[in-house]
């Protein structure tokens, strides 16, 4: 089996800030480039000058126009790439790969996230009307008018800059009645000690949840990239499931840093 992603090259057509830390880069060319149509789809992204990937969400892929919002931080090779003026500019983008797949009886949906993970949210709100839709938003910035009205949104703000609280707030979670999905992204070390109360506190089969680590906080140096893909194909063929994919790939990405 190959592990190769199909690779496509695309030009930045518009840059646009949407708050101080996230900016929307709308790209096109893609030439063969295909949407899976599952909503928190992601893309490799190597920017000019780079070969090491970032991972970013599919926001939108609408007549050859595909938007990626991106957030800045303090420093990264991609965030400073965008903090420019990047129009004009030729980047690689990768396969798209997915996670997102409520089960069949589920009637809600509880989607968690930082900054990051906005970009997935928001499109799987629009994707999932028919959902009732309860949104963790944990936001340095007002994103108001970011996600659809229908869904029943807290914003939290970010306990300080670079830090994340939402494996507390989930630990002291009121769940909805019935039958659900919990689909949640950010932060690694956040992401580990929710899966484990998810499996051990509330008991809920895999099937019925997605926990996946966007970004790892590192003191000092920068991380390696991993490459989700791989993992994603390497699992995938295993017949392992979601949950024991992004287990394997925040174990990668530690072994990487080690
Ligand atoms: C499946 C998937 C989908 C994703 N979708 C999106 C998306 O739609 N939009 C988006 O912006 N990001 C998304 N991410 C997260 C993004 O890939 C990482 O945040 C990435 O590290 C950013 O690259 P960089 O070059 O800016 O920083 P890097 O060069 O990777 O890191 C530099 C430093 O910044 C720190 N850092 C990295 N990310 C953050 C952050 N978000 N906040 C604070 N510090 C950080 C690192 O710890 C490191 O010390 C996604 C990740 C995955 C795996």
């Known amino acids: ?5 199909a690779q496509f090259q695309a030009t930045v ?17 893609l030439d063969g480039f295909e949407s899976s149509g599952v909503p928190d789809e992601w893309v490799g992204l190597v920017v000019p000058g780079q070969f090491q990937s970032r991972y970013y969400t599919v926001r939108s892929f609408d007549r050859g126009e595909l938007t990626l919002d991106v957030v800045v931080h303090d420093v990264g090779l ?8 990047c129009i004009g500019d030729v980047v690689t983008i990768s396969e798209p790969k997915s996670s997102f797949a409520p089960p069949p009886g589920a009637g809600w949906l509880l989607l968690v996230g930082d900054l990051t993970a906005m970009p997935a949210i928001a ?4 994707t999932r009307p028919d959902l009732t839709t309860y949104v963790l ?8 008018g970011y996600l659809p009205d229908h869904v029943d949104v807290t914003w939290l703000s970010p306990p300080s800059a670079g830090q994340s609280g939402l494996a507390a ?3 002291a979670l009121d769940w909805p009645e019935g039958e659900g999905y919990f689909w949640m992204a950010g932060e690694s070390a956040q992401m580990r000690a929710i899966r484990k109360h998810l499996m051990r506190v509330v008991g809920l089969p895999t099937s019925h ?14 991380p390696r990239a ?6 994603w194909r390497a699992g995938k063929a295993a017949g392992k499931s979601d949950e024991q994919i992004w287990a394997d790939y925040d174990a990668a990405r530690e072994a990487s840093d080690g």
């Open 13 to 29: 057509r518009r840059r646009e800030p949407l708050t101080d830390h996230l900016v929307r880069l709308v790209l096109d060319g």
């Open 169 to 171: 707030v989930v630990e």
């Open 209 to 222: 949840y997605d926990v996946m680590g966007y970004w790892r906080a590192t003191t000092g140096r920068q």
């Open 1 to 5: 089996m190959s592990t190769r992603a």
């Open 78 to 85: 991609v965030t400073e790439w965008a903090m420019r003026d």
């Open 226 to 231: 991993v490459d989700p893909g791989p993992v």
């Open 123 to 126: 499109r799987i709100a629009e």
């Open 137 to 144: 938003a944990e936001v340095p910035d007002d994103l108001a």
